[in-house]
Structure formats: C-alpha cells, structure tokens
C-alpha cells in the first residue's frame, strides 16, 4: 500500500507502473499527507532496481522530507 498523495500530484501506482514499464531508476517530488497532522509535505521519492545476473532482482525505495526546503525556494 502506498502513502495518500497530494490530488495534484502523480499517484504512486501510475510512478510504480512507469517504474516497472522502462525497468530504470525513477525520482519525483510527490506531497504526501501526514497521518496525524492530516497535511501534506513534499517528499522526493526515488526507486532504485536491484540487478542480479538474470536482470532486476528488487527494487528499493525512499522517500525524503524536503518540504523545508520547498518553502525555503517559495521565499525566495
């Protein structure tokens, strides 16, 4: 399951299934609602393949908070 993104923002099935068609490494800046304030903060997510000798092995996925740094570059 994945977390609850802004409307405005690309839903993570469609990245996971753009992910999964070109088989490549993929980074997006998504919103993602916070469970308990309700809000939503910016986060870069990037999904990275795994290879082994037959091909992808997994796939390994962070998201990092960089909401702070989004209203840092609004300021300016």
Not at 25 to 33: M, S, T
């Amino acid at each position: 399951m994945f977390p609850e993104v802004h409307p405005e923002d690309t839903g993570m099935d469609q990245v996971w299934n753009t992910c999964m068609e070109r088989m490549q490494p993929h980074e997006v800046e998504v919103r993602i609602r916070q469970l308990r304030s309700g809000l939503f903060r910016f986060h870069l997510l990037r999904i990275i393949p795994v290879k082994s000798e037959g091909g992808i092995k997994s796939w390994v996925g962070t998201f990092t908070d960089i909401d702070d740094q989004k209203q840092e570059e609004r300021k300016r």
